[in-house]
């Protein structure tokens, strides 16, 4: 049913899609799992494609085809195949990233004697079996059923439990959440980028006289603080959870590989903006976090009705730099370009829509595991020059101080953006191995 439906509701007014959306998350998305495919489900013939990754995979890693994963068929890369029964390490990218994204650590991990395997998540890819309607039922793309579909994944490659989960970005919800849940089959968590955030908690104490607790400000506070800016600007996530983001996305001109060149440029250590980054302070009002954010680069805080493709092709780099990056080179680039033309983006947008404080589903599912800690030993690597990673209050040093029984530590990778396990995959493997061998 699409949102702007309205003929199918009982006498108090409330639509299914509302209905669905004040359940509780966990029983929401088993009944979600079992509501019926839509007309735009996402069955893609790959015949007539290239293979994944267009000939540039590092030796030693294969591009497979999963079926029957939670309702999906999960496109992976996978390396250390041979032999069979290696223990399994799982990497799970974050947005707009894909499988493909971990192709420089997997044959670090193969030759430490793992079987190390990358999907491309629901949404994203080559991973078909997903509606990619913008009306589409949002209840599938929760944090929740997202890890389901990485446990389905696990157990259909013959495994019961995991040696670690890594995620990145995006993923390391995914990955956090896994360690937080399912500790017997996530028993080590390595989170690249920034840290899982924990999980929303409930009214404490409150019957006893405890007041109810108020948040510092609302979403739409926020916003109208950025409005006031000079320039007006917008939260990025805001953007992305927008209609218009969707519709920007189906035609970004000068092409979709440019796209990805300047998104990646923006968001790496290459990238003056991200330079001498200061720690961010605690604030108490939208019009302090409007004007502290106000500092980060125009992909996190971009100007008021702008674009995102508008906003990367102002930042795009020169082409003396594009063809002497070393790190995401043209052919490399042109894998996301054409994965992303050909699959799209509203998948991969979903994760933003629904953590929108106002989709009470996202929020619900999460606070079922109130007050629980990651009692697994964990571990955050964190770019130097990363935003993602430093708008942690304090630094991203001050990661992993709350929610973690087991922390090991934040590990600083220099000369590295957002995007470490491509920028300095040596580093990031040497990091991951060594993880793994000091749980055996």
């Excluded at 493909?100 to 990358?118: D, E, F």
């Excluded at 409007?290 to 100007?303: D, N, S, T």
């Excluded at 009470?360 to 109130?370: D, N, S, Y």
Aim: glycine share 10%.
């Amino acid at each position: 049913m699409s949102d702007h439906q309205s003929n199918n509701t009982n006498v108090l007014g409330i639509s299914r899609r509302e209905l669905l959306a004040g359940a509780s998350g966990v029983g929401t998305l088993a009944f979600a799992a079992a509501t019926p495919a839509r007309a735009a489900i996402v069955n893609s013939d790959f015949r007539n494609l290239p293979p994944y990754g267009n000939g540039t995979l590092p030796a030693g890693i294969r591009a497979r085809l999963i079926p029957n994963v939670n309702g999906l068929t999960v496109n992976i890369l996978e390396a250390g195949f041979e032999p069979p029964g290696r223990p399994l390490v799982l990497l799970l990218h974050g947005f707009p990233n894909l499988a493909y994204s971990w192709r420089k650590v997997m044959p670090a991990l193969a030759a430490a004697g793992y079987y190390a395997v990358a999907p491309d998540c629901r949404g994203f890819g080559r991973t078909t079996g997903w509606d990619d309607a913008f009306d589409a039922d949002p209840l599938p793309f929760l944090a929740v059923n997202m890890l389901r579909d990485q446990i389905a994944l696990v157990y259909a490659l013959g495994y019961r439990k995991t040696a670690m989960m890594v995620g990145h970005d995006q993923g390391s919800l995914m990955a956090g959440l896994g360690a937080l849940i399912r500790p017997d089959m996530f028993p080590r968590l390595t989170l690249i980028g920034g840290g899982f955030g924990g999980t929303p908690s409930f009214p404490f104490n409150t019957a006893n006289g405890a007041p109810m607790p108020r948040p510092d400000y609302t979403e739409a506070e926020l916003d109208a603080e950025y409005a006031k800016l000079n320039p007006p600007r917008r939260y990025y996530q805001d953007y992305w959870a927008s209609p218009e983001a969707d519709k920007d996305m189906k035609n970004v001109p000068p092409g979709m590989t440019n796209f990805f060149r300047g998104f990646y440029y923006m968001k790496s250590a290459d990238f003056p903006g991200n330079q001498n980054l200061p720690a961010l302070h605690p604030v108490h009002t939208a019009k302090e976090a409007a004007e502290q954010y106000a500092q980060i680069p125009e992909y996190y805080v971009m100007r008021r009705g702008m674009s995102m493709p508008a906003t990367i092709a102002a930042a795009m780099p020169d082409a003396a730099y594009i063809k002497g990056c070393k790190w995401l080179t043209e052919a490399e680039c042109e894998v996301y370009g054409q994965e992303y033309t050909r699959s799209g983006w509203t998948g991969a947008l979903w994760n933003y829509r629904v953590r929108r404080r106002a989709f009470g589903p996202a929020i619900a599912e999460r606070q079922t595991f109130a007050g629980r800690t990651i009692d697994v030993p964990a571990q955050v690597v964190a770019a130097r020059e990363d935003w993602g990673a430093n708008r942690t209050i304090g630094g991203p040093m001050n990661i992993g101080k709350t929610g973690f029984t087991q922390f090991k530590g934040v590990h600083m990778v220099e000369r590295a953006g957002h995007w470490a396990h491509e920028e300095q995959p040596e580093k990031v493997s040497e990091l991951l191995t060594a993880f793994l061998r000091e749980g055996g």
